[in-house]
């Protein structure tokens, strides 16, 4: 089989999972999806976040038209591949893909609710789900846990739990968590934890349907369409997150920690590299630290690169052999026909995400 390694798959989690996966005394209040008057509705928190289009969290290969006119639905419409393990397995065959990184769709959304002990019960529900789904083959199947990053206490004790079941990495969410940066020290337990490890954090796209939280607010606000939305939705998220690790010096504090951006491309990694160096210089003598940026993304930062992207050459070139992977998003909304655009180096791309993820 080829060196294929897809850094960015994803799962469509089965309706029903946080009320068969929950600890009893949450499941009156699991994540679920209800129809009323013949529409959809994604429930968690008891609000109702996704009304009348759930069918679009997936939609790989589907009608767009159909998804976001409410045709379809989540419950009914998903391919089998996209929950099932072994149906993922012989999709994964037909591509010429050797291993999978999974993500989850519904548990990086953001959770609304206050409860944290609500919020924590779903990531454990949810992680002990995908250790299963993934034991259908452990050596293809690779499970990127879910921590509640709002209670550190129980973020730390879920990612212990997570790395005895297996997992390769953790998610992290790109943006501020209750008032830090994600490479604060405030989380400096998780990230000691990853480093011993030797696996990544990953930073992820997470969807917001509302709120000013969400990049790019006030331009979503006037509806300027999905090529909008979708296209710079992942750089308006990475960007940030990227570059907060570099101000806040975690790769001082931890040298060989590893982060991952994710579903936004490889080609801004040049340009941030170039951008960060250009400023360390205009303000290195007032700097707490005195190595420039480039160097810690170099050693510490990786890429996935995502279908039909032209810049992989010159990411790999300009970046770092090492540091560009290959992602699909499948069976994301706005993947791509997959057995079209798996990228032509392979073997370099899955050679890294072999490494980084320690498959």
Sequence with gaps: MTMV?????????????????????YRDRAIRIEEEDGAEQ??????????????GLGGAEDSKAALFSGQRSYVRDNPLDSYDPHARLKRMDEWGIRRSVLFPTICI?????????????????????????????????????????????????????????????????PETISGHRPA?????????????????GCFHVIVRFSGAARPFA????????????????????????MSSLIADQLFERFPRAKVVSVEAGCG?????????????EAFREILPFDRKPSDHIRENCYFVAEQGERTIDSALELVGQ????????????????????????????GLNAEAVFKL
């Excluded at 604060?184 to 990544?200: C, G, I, K, N, Y």
Aim: net charge negative.
């Design 322 to 349: 090492k540091n560009i992977l290959w992602g699909s998003d499948y069976p994301h909304v706005d993947a791509l026909d997959v057995a079209s655009h798996v990228p032509g180096d392979r073997e370099q791309l």
């Design 109 to 173: 959304l953001p959770f609304p609710t206050d409860d944290q002990d609500l919020a924590s019960a779903y990531c454990r529900a949810y992680n002990t789900w995908m250790a299963e789904f993934c034991q259908a083959d452990p050596d293809r199947l690779a499970a990127v846990a879910v921590i509640n990053w709002h209670d550190l206490d129980e973020a730390v004790k879920e990612l212990d739990r997570c790395l005895k079941l297996g997992c390769r990495g953790v998610f992290v969410p």
């Design 268 to 280: 801004y990694a040049p340009y941030l590299m170039d951008r960060l160096d250009a400023k360390f």
């Design 42 to 55: 994604l429930i968690i928190g008891e609000e109702v976040v996704l009304q009348g289009v759930v069918a």
């Design 218 to 241: 006030e331009w979503l606000e006037t509806t300027p369409g999905p090529v909008f939305s979708f296209g710079l939705g992942g750089t308006g998220q990475l960007i940030p997150a």
């Design 5 to 25: 390694v897809d850094s960015d798959a994803h799962v469509l989690e089965p309706a029903t999972l946080w009320q068969d996966y929950l600890e009893e005394r």
């Design 184 to 200: 604060s020290t405030h989380f400096d337990p998780v990230w000691s934890r990853l480093q011993e490890a030797d696996l990544p």
